[in-house]
């Protein structure tokens, strides 16, 4: 069980790699551009791409670093350093994000003109760039590769907006509409981003994976043939992708072998459905006591 994937892992890290090395060489373009135009639009996408190209090499390398095999100092293997990956890249982009509008609310109160025809032959190159890494990023499901992929997608609606308003800047004076593009977006990708962070945070935390309900699995552990009772079960995911599950099951005291085999063989039926590296099931006959002390609160 799971022991399928690691061509998906690796593909990952090379799409990321790909993501960085368009992100990084377009972003040197961007900033050169943003003060050739004088666009607040442009100068806060070029900020964002720069902490995006510093936030996808960092995730490269984490990611890489992530499919290493389990060491002495690390048991379960290094998957987490991507979700270490994902969070740090969380932090960088609503700091980032925090930083521009900043920036741009006093730009709306004494806009600039900018070049608009520079900001569209940029907006149009934007989209192109930013476009073909989303591509590359798509269908994660490390939750480092979909931090990576918003970290994109932001910018590809962030060269949506600086293309509308530079088709409607060529044809009317309306200065303040480049720094209200710039706010617009932020704001829009910093509630996602932040919903994404929580997200990260909540894995990081080693909360149970969305989607999954552990009552109703322990329910149904409970309910299986020769289970006395079920405690200590823990569910928790690596990465957002790859999870671990532990647990306790109590049965009668002269109860054989074939018994045990058929309650561990069920047990896994039930989890099957979700993408587990890890299993492990305490057999306790109802002689002996657990091992473990159960905190009181459970």
Partial sequence: MGHHHHHHVDSSTGKIKTAFFLNFAFTIIEIIGGLLTNSMAILSDALHDLGDSLSLGLAWFLQKFSNKGKSESFSFGYRRFSLLAAL????VLIVGSVFILTEAIPRLLNPEQPNATGMLILSILGILVNGAAVFRLRGGDSMNQKVMTWHLLED?????????VSVVMMFADLPFLDPLASIGITLFILYNVVSNFIQTMKLFLEAVPDGV???DIIKKISAIKDVQSTHHTHLWSMDGEHHAFSTHVVVEADATKEQVCNVKEEIKNIIDSIHLDHVTIEVEYEDMPCSITEPAHQ
């Avoid at 590809?156 to 509308?164: E, N, Q, T």
């Fill in 88 to 91: 740090i890249n969380g932090v």
């Fill in 156 to 164: 590809v609606l962030g060269w949506v907006a600086v293309l509308i």
């Fill in 213 to 215: 309900d552990l009552d």
